[in-house]
Every structure is written in structure tokens, then in C-alpha cells.
DNA sequence: TTGTATGCGTTATCAG
DNA sequence: CTGATAACGCATACAA
């Protein structure tokens, strides 16, 4: 059902036409400075042989594209899936298509997507990918999002570190007085681990106890359950604040505390990170630091297709939001 | 930022390196007949140059792209961001790329995908669209979802009339004598619209009475609580089972119950459509049907991808399934 | 089996 | 401002 011989009208029908050169049709398409009576004499041709253009001549001419290759773990996520959607937004304002990779957190699909998005001469890539081994391309403008490679290569992240030092302030000022930071993550150096600096830097300058806890990729979730139960005693936990690394795992962490009978926000406030909805667009799962999605989306955007070299810093942190959402008392 | 200039080694650098024809050294590369001396020849000068293979080339020669585009409305909504990830998935197993189009549910975005689709010679469209005047391409092959467009148009769907089906019989089998069906939706003529067909035919058939709610785009949410305390007398509603759209707005009905001060499963049991999880792979939301989405996307790509006509028949449906999860009592 | 040569549809250079 | 023409990188028909 693949077609592959649609082989309609080309500019050169369309000059014959129309009675002028080739070039001329090129000049008029691309709303260059041409005659206004060839131009009219181009438009009409163009109409009655309903000629379409054709964008592989072009990409094999010019070595451009306009497509930008967005590769990211998947669209299920719904965070990556708001991702995704603002980048696609935000590349269509410019005029340009998005090549969508889903990795799935293989890395040797990564690998493979950087080979196909090149062998398909994409003028630019944007990832959010967790391998450390990938081999960026230098002959290819990438902006990595949420994740350090090198200073040559821009990123672009949502301020993790003011979130959490957001997070330890606000729990502060709902009265707790004993905190805790959960999450699970790679060992990579990424921007999303600047969360659990950024809370302990505020406890430390508030002169507020806390504990963390941090999972890698291979320790099951009972592990925080454990950490949990270590501190619960007669029916009480040790602490009056939780940070966790995520809405996702703070969703989970609430379930278990519910099986445990600690009430929240009562007995125990939760903020999370990421700052989702239910079904993308109604009410915030828990109380949250917000990342700036929309934000995130136009400035990697604007950073792969800017030709100044200025538009190009190595690290660029988007400001964070709090919002509410029944997990804490306020 | 955007790299206008990369010219690297194309197969004539590589053939005379090789000491080969042209040609031989795309022969080699699609992996045709050719001496295995030859082709030792080529893959090391392949290699020696860093040779990449250049897709617009090909593209132009061929007229084919190995690109699909997939026009949805969003990726934020988790049904098409799972949809998204599914086609995108069933599309890189066969080596397909994918182009992505949000059409954020605005007509003339639509209509200009489509034409974008074209210029860009992508292989084929599929798309899950809601506007009702869309001129489909005859040129190119097309799979819809969900979306009735004519005979010559392959659907891809789940099957919503057996769903609607399966939640009036469930619910009656969990014991509910008196059920109403709750929607909006759009006046077209599209395969959700026969979720309530399946469920009100199965009523009849149960001689189990039922009303039926369904709200046009344009109306506003509160014409929902209306209806239901229309049904509210003495603290007690008129339903004990209701069939919901969606997911989505099974949740939002679900709140405003809450707010009435009916129990749910306890009072009304509620079954909704599409089979939404928290997160994407955590639990369920609410009791449901669930689409089956790996499925719909891998038959859309098959159809799309397929020479044989008799792969494409005006409509597929595909089975769902029930799944229960605390909005009912089973 | 391999080499040669042509053309896909466009842009861009250069003359007119 | 417009016309003619040469690439761009590749696949393929045809010749050897």
C-alpha cells in the first residue's frame, strides 16, 4: 500500500506553463523579488497543474531539512509526553517537523537513532537520554535536555536545585520540622540529582534534620518501604515532611503510607517534582514544584536552531513553580 | 546553529577509494549480490572514509521516504500519547521513521499537515483526526483512526459498540438495576459514538432501564451535574451504574458524585472507556474497557504498510477488555 | 557480476 | 530581473 510512484507535476511542468524559466517558479515559490506579471503567470500555472512542491529536491540541494530529531525514552510518561508536545509546538512555530525516537532507555537504541536521525540529514537533535556512553555527533547541533555531557554541549533544565531548596523552605513554612528526601535514579551525572542538593542545602541553612534516601535503577521499591517501617514507631512516623523525587514515586509513596496509616497531609506533608495532571490538562496529582514545560520546549527550540553562538551556554535553568494540590496543608 | 554544510564522503569518494564502480558501492550498501572481494573493498573504504549514507538522495531517486506521518491531536492526553508510542514502535520494527503532527484539535492545522505530509514525500498517513470536512488525499495511502470517512478509507478501530456491550452487562451482572450513559462528544460520525449504541442495545436486551446524557463540544461541564441531581432525590441517586464516556470524564463524574455525597462503588458503581493508568503503567483509574493500544497501533501500521489490498479492509475492530479497579464492586 | 551513465526535483551561479 | 545550466547523492537501466 506503499506508493511510490506518485509522480506529479514539477517546477518544470509548471515553467513550461507558464511560459517562463525554471528558475523564475523557484524564485516565485520561495517569495523572492520576481515580476509581478511572471509571478501571476507562475500562481496560475501552479493552480491548473495543481503542481506540489517537493521537499527531497530541495533537502538533497541545500543539505537542510527542516526536521529536528527529538529523541526521548517515550510518550507514555506524561511528563515526557508534555514534553514532547511543546517541543513539536514550539518547532512548528519555526516552521520545522519533528523526527520522534523513542528509546525506551536502550542504549543501543540511542546510538542507533543518532546514525538514522544523521543518515536522514536532520538539521538538528534534541535529546533526553540517559546513557553515559553516548558519542554526541559534532557535525550536528545538539541540545541535550535535563542531562551534563560536556560544557560544548547546551543544555537545557528546569532549575532542580531551586526546586528543591523551594521544597525544603515550603515544608519549613507548613510547620515541619523533620524532613526527608526520597527518589530513585541513575548514577549518571544528570540535573535532576541537583534536587536533592538543592533540599539539603536549605535544611542545612535552616538547621532542620533530614535523611535521604536514594535508589539506583536495580533496587526494588520495597527498599523505601523498609526505610519507611525503620522509621514508624508506635504508629507514628519519624518525619512531618517528605521531598520525593517525582510525582510518579511520590504517588507511590503515598499509596504505601496510606497501607502504613499515616494520614497526608496530617500526620505527613509530600511535595513532588514534575508538576503532572491528571489526564495531562485537569487537577496536580500532589502537591508539586512545576517544572516549566512550555519554557523547557522553547528555549531547547530556539537553542538548536539559533545560528548566534551566544544562544549557546553550556547549562540554561528555567525557574521552577510550587503549586498545591491537597498533599500539604496548605 | 542549523549545520547547512556538512558534506561528508558520498559514494563516489567511497568508489574510487575502493578502486569499484559507483554503483557497486550501492549495491553494497543495500546489501545486494556483489563479490565478496568487492564488497570487502567497499565496506573498507567505507569505513577508512566514515562514510554515511545520505537519505535524501535516495529519496528523491525513489520518491520513497521511509517516513510515516501520524496527524493526533496531542501527546498530553495519555490515550494518544500511548497510541503515539505504539505506532512509533510498530513503525521502527519495520524501519519506518515517524513525523509528528499535533493538530491540537484545529481544523485548518489539519488540512496543513496534510499538505506538509505530501511536500515531504512521507509514505504514508495515518491519522486520528475530528474534522469532518477533511479532503483526503487520493495519492497517498491513508489509515484514520476511530474515524468513519468513507468506505475507501481503512478504519482501524477498537471495537466500541462491543465495549458498550460489555459494560452494560457487567454492570448488570455486578447487580445494577437502573444505568445511564454520560458523554460528550463531537456530532460526527466516528467510532466512539457507538460506545453508547452497544451499552443502550444491551440495555434494551436486559429490559434494564437507562438514560442517556451526551453533550456537545459546546456544553458546558455543569449540564453533567444538572443531569445527576435531576436524578438526586432524599440523598440517593437514581443510578446504581453508569457508563462513561471516558476515562477522563468518568473521573471528573466521579468528583462531582464525591461532592453530592454519593459513595462510589458503594451507592453507584462506575465502568468508563479507554483504559487509562496512573502514570501510564501504574493502576487504573477507574473501572474500565480498555482499548487495545499496542494491537491498534500495529494494525494501522500493517495496513498502512501493506501492498496487498486486501489489507485494507473499510473497517477493523479490535477487541477490547474489561478491567476493574475500585470504581465498582468486583 | 560489475561498470557506465542518466535523471530524480530543486537551488544557485552566472550570463544576459 | 530573468533565463539557462550545473550540481546535490543516489538508484537503476543498460551495456559490457
Not at 557535525?139 to 535536555?145: H, Q
Not at 536514594?214 to 518525619?239: I, M, R, T, V, W
Not at 517528605?242 to 509530600?270: C, H, N, Y
Not at 545560528?307 to 498545591?324: G, K, Q, W
Request: aromatic share 8%; charged share 25%; proline share 5%.
Amino acid at each position: 500500500m506503499v506508493g511510490r510512484e506518485r509522480n506529479g507535476p514539477t517546477m518544470a511542468d509548471v515553467a513550461k506553463k507558464a511560459g517562463v524559466a525554471l528558475g523564475t517558479v523557484s524564485r516565485v515559490i520561495n517569495g523572492e523579488q520576481v515580476g509581478e506579471a511572471y509571478r501571476e503567470k507562475v500562481m496560475e500555472a501552479i493552480k491548473a497543474l495543481g503542481y506540489r512542491y517537493n521537499n527531497s529536491g530541495r533537502a538533497l540541494r541545500t543539505n537542510r531539512t527542516n526536521t529536528i530529531a527529538l529523541i526521548i525514552p517515550n510518550t507514555i510518561n506524561p511528563y515526557f509526553g508534555l514534553l514532547a508536545h511543546h517541543i513539536n509546538i514550539a518547532l512548528e512555530k519555526r516552521n520545522y517537523k519533528m523526527m520522534l525516537c523513542f528509546t525506551e532507555y536502550d542504549r543501543d537504541r540511542e546510538t542507533e537513532f543518532l546514525q538514522m536521525a544523521q543518515e536522514n540529514m536532520v538539521d538538528g537533535i534534541i535529546a533526553l537520554t540517559y546513557n553515559p556512553d553516548l558519542v554526541i555527533p559534532e557535525s550536528i547541533p545538539f541540545v541535550t535536555i535535563d542531562r551534563f555531557f560536556s560544557v560544548k554541549v547546551p543544555c537545557v533544565s528546569s532549575d532542580n536545585y531551586g526546586g528543591g531548596v523551594m521544597a525544603a523552605r515550603k515544608l519549613r513554612e507548613l510547620g515541619c520540622t523533620n524532613l526527608a528526601f526520597m527518589r530513585t535514579a541513575s548514577i549518571l551525572i544528570n540535573e535532576p540529582s541537583k534536587r536533592m542538593d538543592g533540599f539539603a542545602a536549605a535544611c542545612r541553612e535552616m538547621h532542620i534534620p533530614y535523611e535521604v534516601i536514594a535508589l539506583d535503577e536495580k533496587q526494588p521499591y520495597s527498599e523505601f518501604e523498609s526505610f519507611l517501617s525503620k522509621h514508624f514507631k508506635d504508629g507514628k512516623l519519624a518525619f512531618d515532611g517528605l521531598f520525593i523525587g517525582t510525582d510518579s514515586l511520590a504517588w507511590e509513596i503515598i499509596k504505601t503510607l496510606k497501607q502504613m496509616g499515616v494520614r497526608v497531609p496530617e500526620d505527613v506533608q509530600v511535595i513532588g517534582f514534575d508538576g503532572i495532571r491528571m489526564f495531562g490538562d485537569q487537577e496536580y496529582i500532589v502537591s508539586t514544584i512545576v517544572q516549566p514545560v512550555p519554557a523547557l520546549a522553547r528555549a531547547s527550540v530556539n537553542m538548536i536552531l539559533s545560528d548566534d553562538p551566544t544562544d549557546r551556554p553550556s547549562l540554561m535553568c528555567l525557574p521552577v513553580t510550587y503549586v498545591s494540590a491537597g498533599t500539604t496543608r496548605d
